[in-house]
């Protein structure tokens, strides 16, 4: 499971560490906040620059970010599918303004 976002995400972090999901790794365009819930989950913390080598490695992508604009696009979705050789992968997006664009 990949965390983009240390916001509100900090809760679902805590609480997906406490039912025993595996390994979650945290990223946030703040490095300290991500190293805080980084912590919280005993999961590596990927820094932000990093972020779209290390979304491939994660069956699950949960964003919430702040950022005023898409971080994730199109090309990416496609990209972290061809490096995964098509393996599924399921993102959710509960940013506001949302994360994601599909064009």
Not at 9 to 34: C, D, H, K, P
Not at 66 to 92: D, K, S
């Amino acid at each position: 499971m990949f965390l983009v976002g240390a916001g509100k995400m900090r809760e679902l972090a805590r609480a997906t560490g406490e039912q025993g999901a595996g390994a979650i790794l945290v990223s946030n365009r703040t490095q300290e906040r991500a190293r805080l819930m980084a912590r919280g989950v005993s999961g590596p913390c990927i820094p932000f620059e990093q972020l779209y080598e290390a979304a491939s490695e994660a069956d699950i992508v949960i964003s919430s970010t702040g950022a005023p604009h898409p971080i994730f696009r199109r090309e990416h979705g496609q990209a972290f599918m061809h490096r995964r050789r098509n393996r599924p992968m399921f993102f959710i997006d509960i940013a506001v303004p949302r994360t994601w664009i599909r064009r």
